[in-house]
């Protein structure tokens, strides 16, 4: 599921790179880690963590988190913030880009 995920979040980003046309956007995966450079707001890193069997999140807005697969919910979850990776990113990029951004992923 990590791996989907990773694999989607990587898809999404690179579209809206394109779609976007921004100066200082890049995105990067490599080994396991998603690291994606957005000028003036900062560097989100993303990465998979099979031991704990969750994604790991470290936002330059809301700094690091970590993410469980809720199997009720269908979607990589937050427990301290009630609220899901995709749900996450939307905001921040929204604000980031200065356009609405859907959610990348469940």
Request: net charge negative; glycine share 8%.
């Amino acid at each position: 599921m990590a791996d989907a995920t990773m694999d989607q979040l990587v898809q999404f980003l690179e579209d809206v790179g394109d779609r976007i046309e921004i100066e200082d956007f890049d995105v990067e995966y490599s080994q396991g880690v998603l690291t994606l450079t957005i000028g003036g707001t900062g560097t989100y890193v993303i990465n998979k963590q099979p031991p704990n069997k969750q994604i790991w999140l470290s936002s330059p807005v809301s700094g690091p988190e970590r993410y469980d697969f809720d199997l009720v919910k269908d979607t990589w979850f937050c427990r301290h913030t009630d609220e899901s990776l995709g749900t996450l990113l939307a905001r921040e990029l929204s604000q980031a880009l200065g356009v609405q951004t859907a959610a990348p992923t469940k």
